[in-house]
């Protein structure tokens, strides 16, 4: 997953039409705040290579999510596995106390009892944890039109990265991680989708595939940066295909959705060939 945070507007110069004709609609007073969220969803859109019209998109999403506070926001999406993606979800909360008899409307009385375990100051900040992890999880449901936040369970209320289920859609995977954030909270959620019932043949996506080959990467990343597949080899340098090095991580990026995989930016800056960046894609000597 990608998360981009802004608290910068986007330039009223660049916004499409449709995007002028959402803000117009608003009242004066929401459209700061919508500009910056916008600003940091078309920047994420941009290194997904989905369409960066925001008003394209419409939550809850498969695959991204958007959350703000005052003056700041957070947009998140998936990069790989969107496959079995059944949707997504982020929120991001400022630094601040909830109310005690709150926990009653979001925390079910097994969470309730792990958080009154803990010594009263730290109390407040995994309340305020929590209601990230069970808004995101809200998010990633895309039948949240029926449910509430008490309807999101964590496995493990202590964990920060952990799962979770939905009662309303026991089959249904949920999975959560959250994080420290410029004095604030920050969780993402994904759904997945429930495997097929014992007995049930496997469905196309998930039966074997053949093996992927150097050629296969070549042709995606000829087609990524409009350059001729036929100069492509495996001793070609990345800087000799570009000079940007924001091409190469939208490369990066294209090379991970496309072919269902995921490797760090410590491994990316490890490698100077086409052929080591195919390993990392998954080609095998």
């Known amino acids: 997953m990608l998360a ?15 995007e002028r004709e959402r803000l117009a609609g608003l009242p004066p007073r ?13 920047v994420l859109l941009g290194l997904l290579g989905l369409d960066r019209d925001t008003t394209a998109h419409t939550f809850p999403h498969r695959r991204l999510s958007l959350s703000h506070i005052d003056g700041a926001a957070v947009a998140a999406g998936a990069v790989t596995g969107t496959a079995a993606l059944h949707g997504f979800g982020v929120d991001l909360e400022a630094e601040r106390a909830l109310r005690v ?46 449910t509430v936040l008490l309807d999101y369970a964590t496995a493990d209320p202590a964990a920060r990265c952990g799962r979770a289920h939905a009662r309303p859609h026991p089959r249904i995977p949920f999975g959560y991680t959250s994080a420290r954030l410029h004095r604030g909270h920050l969780s993402i959620a994904a759904a997945t989708r429930p495997g097929p019932p014992p007995c049930s043949p496997a469905p196309e996506s998930e039966r074997p595939v053949p093996a992927l080959t150097f050629d ?18 495996p001793d070609t340098r990345l800087r000799e295909l570009a ?27 490890e490698i100077t060939t086409l052929g080591e960046l195919a390993g990392l894609v998954g080609v095998r000597p």
């Open 4 to 18: 981009v945070w802004s608290r910068r507007p986007l330039a009223m110069n660049a916004l499409t039409p449709r």
């Open 30 to 42: 929401m459209r700061g705040q919508w500009l910056i969220s916008r600003h940091a969803l078309r």
């Open 243 to 269: 000079a940007d090095s924001f091409l190469l991580v939208e490369m990066a990026v294209d090379l991970q959705e496309e072919f269902d995989t995921v490797f760090t930016q410590n491994e990316l800056r």
């Open 216 to 233: 296969d990467v070549a042709e995606r990343i000829s087609a990524t940066l409009s350059i001729p597949v036929a100069g492509l080899t």
């Open 101 to 146: 008899d709150t926990s009653r409307f979001f925390l079910d009385p097994r969470e309730r009892s792990w958080l009154a375990s803990l010594p009263e100051d730290d109390r407040a900040v995994h309340r305020l944890r929590l209601w990230t992890v069970k808004e995101a999880l809200f998010k990633a449901d895309p039948d949240n039109h029926r």
